[in-house]
């Protein structure tokens, strides 16, 4: 998977100054974790920075020196390496200090008015201690998972017409008419088709919700209609549990992925990304 | 079913949470960005085409599973039916 973490790279002087703001005014933060001490973590950030804590209270932000200024490339391999260096970072975290509440990619906190980013990011963490520790928490002992599933269109399109008299009914007129006729048949043929798929997969939607929901201990769904073509992913979970509990929602997935028509992809165990703010 | 971490299809899973999910700081101390920033556009595209090369092995880094999901680009309602 590559989260181990990205090799040391050398940064050019032309990306550094492309992307403007002086050398050390930011802070980039890639999580908050429970440690109270000021601890390095080694060169193992976005381009080989040194990663450490800045601690506050009972909690930290790890976080690297970087300019103000947020990482932009057009080039896929460079932004690339810089996600997988942020979920590297994120993961040696929460290996090192076991839970944690990773941040956005190019989160970084600049200096402002006289104080600098690391007195900003002490006193957001001050602040925000008590809501940070509550969020924390909750996610104690737990992962994220994905799951996404999939519809296949066409042979959903098919069993629909086959189980709905009238839309035979319908389908039987459009073959037998002339053909400015069949086409608005075929007009009127596809909006109903395109309803009906649409409420079936509002039932199914709320099946698997409920389905899913038994077997987490949070969950954000979020899905999208059919647009009537071809194989599509309608539905997308987050999926917050123990990792000993990860085996419960994979039978309940095993049995919609033997459904006629879905496909389920099952991803995981991930860092709570989508579980740092209340839901 | 086991998860798995490994593939295309996980790299985006991974890569999305990075992007739009995480921690968001009050705005008047962060360095903020207008618009969607153009690392999430391009990698997104370029990954779920990865992602469907990979599933017919073009890449030659071996099969996702067979039946999983291709990953698709962002335009999620994250309203949809109404869950109790």
Redesign the interface.
């Known amino acids: 998977?590559?989260?181990e973490g990205a090799g040391v790279r050398e940064v050019s002087l032309r990306e550094v100054s492309s992307r403007g703001g002086e050398a050390g005014e930011?802070r980039y933060?890639y999580?908050?974790a429970e440690e109270g001490e000021r601890r390095a973590l080694g060169p193992i950030g976005i381009d080989g920075n040194q990663v450490y804590t800045i601690p506050a209270g009972r909690l930290c932000a790890v976080v690297h020196e970087s300019p103000?200024?947020?990482?932009?490339?057009?080039d896929?391999e460079v932004?690339?390496g810089?996600?997988r260096a942020?979920?590297g970072v994120?993961e040696a975290a929460w290996e090192v200090f076991g839970t944690v509440?990773?941040?956005?990619?190019?989160?970084?906190?600049?200096g402002?008015e006289g104080r600098g980013a690391a007195e900003?990011v002490e006193s957001?963490l001050r602040e925000r201690q008590g809501a940070l520790l509550d969020r924390i928490a909750r996610l104690r002992g737990k992962a994220?998972?994905?799951v996404?599933?999939?519809w296949d269109a066409p042979g959903a399109a098919a069993q629909v017409i086959a189980q709905s008299p009238e839309l035979r009914r319908l389908e039987e007129e459009m073959r037998s008419s002339s053909p400015g006729l069949a086409y608005l048949y075929r007009q009127k043929l596809e909006r109903a088709i395109r309803a009906e798929m649409e409420a079936r997969a509002?039932v199914r939607?709320?099946d698997f919700?409920?389905l899913i929901r038994a077997r987490v201990a949070d969950l954000r769904?979020?899905?999208?209609?059919p647009d009537g073509g071809g194989?599509?992913?309608l539905m997308?979970f987050?999926c917050l549990l123990r990792r000993e509990e990860?085996a419960g929602l994979?039978?309940v997935?095993?049995r919609i992925?033997e459904m006629e028509g879905f496909?389920?992809?099952?991803?995981?165990?991930?860092p709570p990304?989508?579980f740092?703010?209340p839901g | 079913?086991?998860?798995?971490?490994?593939g295309g299809?996980?790299?985006v899973?991974?890569?999305d949470?990075?992007?739009?999910?995480?921690?968001?700081?009050?705005a008047?101390?962060?360095?903020s960005?207008a618009g969607v920033?153009?690392?999430a556009l391009?990698?997104r595209a370029?990954l779920a085409g990865a992602e469907t090369m990979l599933r017919r092995g073009a890449l030659g880094r071996g099969e996702a599973?067979r039946?999983?999901?291709?990953?698709?680009p962002r335009?999620?309602?994250?309203a949809?039916?109404a869950?109790?």
């Open positions: 998977m590559g989260t930011g933060l999580c908050v103000a200024a947020p990482y932009r490339s057009e896929r932004a690339e810089w996600l942020h979920a994120v509440l990773p941040a956005r990619f190019n989160t970084i906190v600049r402002r900003n957001w994220e998972y994905g996404q599933i999939a509002e939607f709320r919700c409920d769904a979020e899905w999208r209609k194989r599509q992913v997308s987050s990860a994979g039978e997935l095993e992925q496909s389920v992809r099952f991803t995981g165990p991930w990304y989508s740092v703010a | 079913m086991e998860p798995t971490r490994e299809g996980a790299l899973d991974l890569l949470r990075i992007l739009v999910r995480g921690i968001v700081l009050d008047d101390i962060i360095i960005l920033p153009l690392v391009n990698l370029a599973p039946g999983a999901p291709e990953p698709e335009g999620w309602s994250p949809g039916p869950l109790r």
